[in-house]
Protein backbone atom coordinates (compact mmCIF):
# COMPACT_ATOMS: atom_id res chain seq x y z
CA UNK A 1 0.00 0.00 0.00
CA UNK A 2 1.77 3.18 -0.74
CA UNK A 3 0.92 5.73 1.31
CA UNK A 4 -0.62 9.07 0.56
CA UNK A 5 -2.27 7.55 -2.52
CA UNK A 6 -4.35 9.63 -5.25
CA UNK A 7 -8.23 9.28 -4.79
CA UNK A 8 -8.23 7.43 -8.35
CA UNK A 9 -5.06 5.30 -7.53
CA UNK A 10 -7.56 4.41 -3.73
CA UNK A 11 -10.63 3.62 -6.37
CA UNK A 12 -8.38 0.78 -7.57
CA UNK A 13 -7.42 -0.61 -4.89
CA UNK A 14 -8.10 -4.05 -3.41
CA UNK A 15 -11.68 -3.39 -1.20
CA UNK A 16 -10.41 -4.71 1.57
CA UNK A 17 -7.59 -2.21 1.89
CA UNK A 18 -10.68 0.55 1.69
CA UNK A 19 -12.71 -1.05 4.27
CA UNK A 20 -9.77 -1.83 6.70
CA UNK A 21 -8.98 2.03 5.91
CA UNK A 22 -12.46 3.27 6.44
CA UNK A 23 -12.65 1.74 9.31
CA UNK A 24 -9.92 3.10 11.30
CA UNK A 25 -10.70 6.83 9.50
CA UNK A 26 -14.00 6.28 10.75
CA UNK A 27 -12.82 5.19 14.30
CA UNK A 28 -10.84 8.22 14.00
CA UNK A 29 -13.48 10.70 13.35
CA UNK A 30 -15.83 9.61 16.13
CA UNK A 31 -12.81 9.64 18.92
CA UNK A 32 -12.01 13.07 17.31
CA UNK A 33 -15.66 14.03 18.09
CA UNK A 34 -15.83 12.29 21.48
CA UNK A 35 -12.51 13.99 23.01
CA UNK A 36 -10.56 16.09 20.40
CA UNK A 37 -7.70 15.27 18.64
CA UNK A 38 -5.02 16.33 21.68
CA UNK A 39 -3.75 13.05 23.18
CA UNK A 40 -5.46 11.19 20.56
CA UNK A 41 -3.34 7.37 20.37
CA UNK A 42 -3.06 4.99 17.85
CA UNK A 43 -3.51 2.27 20.50
CA UNK A 44 -7.50 4.31 21.02
CA UNK A 45 -8.42 4.48 17.13
CA UNK A 46 -6.90 0.69 16.83
CA UNK A 47 -9.33 -0.66 19.81
CA UNK A 48 -12.09 1.67 17.98
CA UNK A 49 -11.20 -0.14 14.97
CA UNK A 50 -11.01 -3.29 15.69
CA UNK A 51 -7.16 -3.47 13.98
CA UNK A 52 -3.75 -4.35 15.48
CA UNK A 53 -1.31 -1.59 15.35
CA UNK A 54 0.81 -3.03 12.73
CA UNK A 55 -2.38 -2.66 10.58
CA UNK A 56 -2.65 1.12 11.16
CA UNK A 57 1.08 1.34 10.87
CA UNK A 58 0.19 -0.44 6.48
CA UNK A 59 -2.14 2.49 5.90
CA UNK A 60 -0.84 5.69 8.06
CA UNK A 61 2.82 6.40 9.35
CA UNK A 62 1.13 7.77 12.43
CA UNK A 63 -1.71 9.76 13.69
CA UNK A 64 -0.53 13.60 12.38
CA UNK A 65 -0.54 11.52 8.65
CA UNK A 66 -4.13 10.32 9.34
CA UNK A 67 -5.17 13.78 10.52
CA UNK A 68 -4.20 14.81 7.12
CA UNK A 69 -6.21 12.37 5.48
CA UNK A 70 -9.02 12.63 7.26
CA UNK A 71 -9.36 16.25 6.59
CA UNK A 72 -8.24 16.26 2.80
CA UNK A 73 -10.86 13.58 2.88
CA UNK A 74 -13.42 16.12 4.44
CA UNK A 75 -12.79 18.47 2.47
CA UNK A 76 -12.89 17.34 -0.85
CA UNK A 77 -16.23 15.68 0.32
CA UNK A 78 -17.54 19.20 1.04
CA UNK A 79 -16.50 20.25 -2.20
CA UNK A 80 -18.12 17.52 -4.46
CA UNK A 81 -20.84 18.55 -2.58
CA UNK A 82 -20.77 22.25 -3.30
CA UNK A 83 -19.27 22.54 -7.13
CA UNK A 84 -21.21 22.33 -9.65
CA UNK A 85 -21.60 19.15 -12.06
CA UNK A 86 -18.68 19.96 -14.45
CA UNK A 87 -16.63 22.26 -12.13
CA UNK A 88 -13.86 24.76 -14.21
CA UNK A 89 -12.51 27.89 -13.90
CA UNK A 90 -15.69 29.81 -14.22
CA UNK A 91 -17.44 32.51 -11.90
CA UNK A 92 -19.98 29.88 -10.68
CA UNK A 93 -17.46 27.30 -9.88
CA UNK A 94 -15.14 29.65 -8.15
CA UNK A 95 -18.05 31.46 -6.32
CA UNK A 96 -19.04 27.50 -5.07
CA UNK A 97 -15.68 26.98 -4.21
CA UNK A 98 -15.64 30.36 -2.12
CA UNK A 99 -18.28 29.46 -0.13
CA UNK A 100 -17.07 25.81 0.65
CA UNK A 101 -14.21 27.18 1.42
CA UNK A 102 -15.75 29.77 3.97
CA UNK A 103 -18.28 26.97 5.43
CA UNK A 104 -15.56 24.34 6.21
CA UNK A 105 -12.81 26.30 8.28
CA UNK A 106 -16.19 28.53 10.06
CA UNK A 107 -16.99 24.74 11.18
CA UNK A 108 -13.28 24.00 12.42
CA UNK A 109 -13.49 27.09 13.75
CA UNK A 110 -16.63 26.12 15.74
CA UNK A 111 -15.90 22.47 16.30
CA UNK A 112 -12.04 22.24 17.21
CA UNK A 113 -11.83 22.19 20.82
CA UNK A 114 -9.83 24.46 22.89
CA UNK A 115 -7.31 21.73 23.10
CA UNK A 116 -6.99 21.30 19.52
CA UNK A 117 -6.44 24.57 18.67
CA UNK A 118 -2.46 23.65 17.68
CA UNK A 119 -3.74 21.35 15.05
CA UNK A 120 -5.19 24.08 13.41
CA UNK A 121 -2.47 25.04 10.97
CA UNK A 122 -1.87 21.14 10.17
CA UNK A 123 -5.46 21.49 9.06
CA UNK A 124 -5.29 24.88 7.38
CA UNK A 125 -2.31 23.92 5.42
CA UNK A 126 -4.36 20.36 3.47
CA UNK A 127 -7.28 22.80 2.82
CA UNK A 128 -4.99 24.92 1.02
CA UNK A 129 -2.77 22.07 -0.71
CA UNK A 130 -6.62 20.62 -1.60
CA UNK A 131 -7.39 24.23 -3.17
CA UNK A 132 -3.85 24.54 -4.84
CA UNK A 133 -4.72 20.66 -6.54
CA UNK A 134 -7.96 21.50 -7.66
CA UNK A 135 -7.18 24.94 -9.27
CA UNK A 136 -4.24 23.91 -10.61
CA UNK A 137 -6.25 21.42 -12.72
CA UNK A 138 -8.77 23.91 -13.69
CA UNK A 139 -6.37 26.17 -14.82
CA UNK A 140 -4.48 23.77 -17.15
CA UNK A 141 -7.63 22.54 -18.64
CA UNK A 142 -8.70 26.33 -19.33
CA UNK A 143 -5.25 26.62 -21.02
CA UNK A 144 -5.82 23.59 -22.85
CA UNK A 145 -9.54 25.37 -24.25
CA UNK A 146 -8.02 29.15 -24.70
CA UNK A 147 -5.11 30.72 -26.25
CA UNK A 148 -3.35 30.50 -22.62
CA UNK A 149 -2.50 32.96 -19.52
CA UNK A 150 -0.17 34.91 -19.17
CA UNK A 151 1.31 33.65 -15.91
CA UNK A 152 2.38 30.05 -15.61
CA UNK A 153 -0.16 27.97 -14.47
CA UNK A 154 1.40 26.73 -10.70
CA UNK A 155 1.68 30.37 -9.95
CA UNK A 156 -2.10 31.41 -10.89
CA UNK A 157 -2.77 28.22 -9.05
CA UNK A 158 -0.87 29.19 -5.52
CA UNK A 159 -2.68 33.11 -5.80
CA UNK A 160 -6.08 32.19 -6.15
CA UNK A 161 -6.08 29.16 -4.05
CA UNK A 162 -4.12 31.55 -1.57
CA UNK A 163 -7.08 33.75 -2.17
CA UNK A 164 -9.85 31.75 -1.56
CA UNK A 165 -8.14 30.11 1.10
CA UNK A 166 -7.23 33.56 2.90
CA UNK A 167 -11.01 34.82 2.47
CA UNK A 168 -12.28 31.78 3.87
CA UNK A 169 -9.84 32.57 6.87
CA UNK A 170 -11.11 35.69 7.56
CA UNK A 171 -14.59 34.83 7.47
CA UNK A 172 -14.28 31.37 9.93
CA UNK A 173 -12.32 34.03 12.18
CA UNK A 174 -14.02 37.14 12.13
CA UNK A 175 -17.67 36.09 11.36
CA UNK A 176 -17.32 38.90 8.38
CA UNK A 177 -20.62 41.14 8.65
CA UNK A 178 -22.91 40.43 6.28
CA UNK A 179 -24.28 37.31 4.42
CA UNK A 180 -22.15 34.81 3.20
CA UNK A 181 -23.15 35.09 -0.28
CA UNK A 182 -22.56 38.51 -0.31
CA UNK A 183 -18.90 37.96 1.14
CA UNK A 184 -18.44 35.00 -1.49
CA UNK A 185 -19.70 37.79 -4.62
CA UNK A 186 -17.10 40.32 -3.34
CA UNK A 187 -14.00 37.59 -3.15
CA UNK A 188 -15.31 36.44 -6.17
CA UNK A 189 -15.45 40.19 -7.72
CA UNK A 190 -11.27 40.55 -6.91
CA UNK A 191 -10.13 36.49 -8.01
CA UNK A 192 -12.54 36.98 -11.51
CA UNK A 193 -11.15 40.20 -11.69
CA UNK A 194 -7.58 38.94 -11.99
CA UNK A 195 -8.42 35.90 -13.86
CA UNK A 196 -10.21 38.08 -16.54
CA UNK A 197 -13.23 36.12 -16.35
Not at 27 to 37: I, P, Q, Y
Not at 91 to 107: N, Q, Y
Not at 121 to 143: C, F, K
Request: hydrophobic letters at 40%.
Amino acid sequence: MVKGSTETAEKREDPRVKRTRELIVRAFGELVKEKGHRGLTVQEITERATVNRATFYDHFRDQYELLDYFMSKAFREELRRRLPESPGLDEESLRALVLATCDFLSGLETSCRTSDRQFRPLIEAQVASELYGLLLGWIEASLQEANGRPAAPEITASVVSWAVFGAGARWSRDGAAGSEERFADQVLSVIAGGLNL
